[in-house]
């Protein structure tokens, strides 16, 4: 039986696990993906205070590296069910079952996804949400961006120091990322922007060749040559898992405060996955450390 049981290993979940931990508390960390979070997307990070300009999986290992070595316990599984009695929780992964006797959930957003069409199931593996990730399979190559936002333009960029040609196809008749970030877009020779223009599906035999295109105004029909598809239109919420435990709000984010606290004793909230209006590293880190401490509390009053 775990003091804590952490479910999601980003920003938020680390930080939960440090302080646990640092109140003498046994911790368990359940990650279904990547240790560190959404952070290991992103190229580059110059906000987080302290570290002036960090690749976002180095600062992913400093944190795991840092709940590591106050003690945690970091196990991969994906947590498919919580659930309470009157001496914890059981956490449920595809893989076994853990007992705890708090839990925090700081699950994150997931990538929103695109409904596209596709006769060949295999043109899926050419479909990405990270450059970071997937970028160097396509060295030299050419790839198409669906999105318009800071992260749409960030793998934009990154994707034009490696690929031959990067389409950028935006769905609004403008770009809505930072001003700094457009301009870089715009003077980038590489980079092609198509705004007005929503991706439909995926075209090719085998293999992707041409991504699909409609032009919103007109309907009119199009396709792009491809041989990568990255999509960053966004992220949403994945929580409904956890709605006998805590409210969600009509966005499917939990409805909780920035007391991270919910409608069940010993179960809390941390991170982006809550409704709050501004979602970072630093605001992450915030709850984690709100949520492990009320937990704490909660434990010593048992
Ligand atoms: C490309 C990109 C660039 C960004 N750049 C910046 C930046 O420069 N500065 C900044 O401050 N913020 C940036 N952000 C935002 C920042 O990464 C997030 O605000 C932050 O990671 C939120 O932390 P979190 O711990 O709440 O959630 P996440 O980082 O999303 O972590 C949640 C974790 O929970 C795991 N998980 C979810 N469900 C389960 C389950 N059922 N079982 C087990 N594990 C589960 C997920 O796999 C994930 O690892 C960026 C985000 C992206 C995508």
Redesign the pocket.
Known sequence: MYDMIV????????TAAVYALRANKTVLV??????????T??P?????PGTVRIS?TELADRMVEHAISQGADLEL????EVSRDEEGFTVT?EDGSYRGKTVVA?????HRTLPLTCADEALWESVSYCAVCDGAFYKDKEVVVVGGG??AL??ALMLSELCKKVTVVQNLPYLTGEARLIELVNANPTITVITGTVATGLLGNGTLERVAVKEEATGKEDSIPADGLFI?VG?VP?ND?YASLAELNEWGYFASGEDCLTRTPGFYI????RSKQI??????VS??ATAALAACRYLEQR
Do not use: M, Y
Request: glycine share 18%.
């Open positions: 479910v999601g290993a980003g920003p938020a979940g680390l359940l990650e279904k993906a990547s240790f560190g979070g959404q952070i997307h992103s580059k990070i110059e906000n987080f976002g599984g994906e947590v498919t992964t700081a699950v994150g957003v997931r800071n992260s960030q793998e960053a992220l994945d898992r941390a991170g982006d996955c979602r970072q590293i630093t605001t992450a709850d984690g």
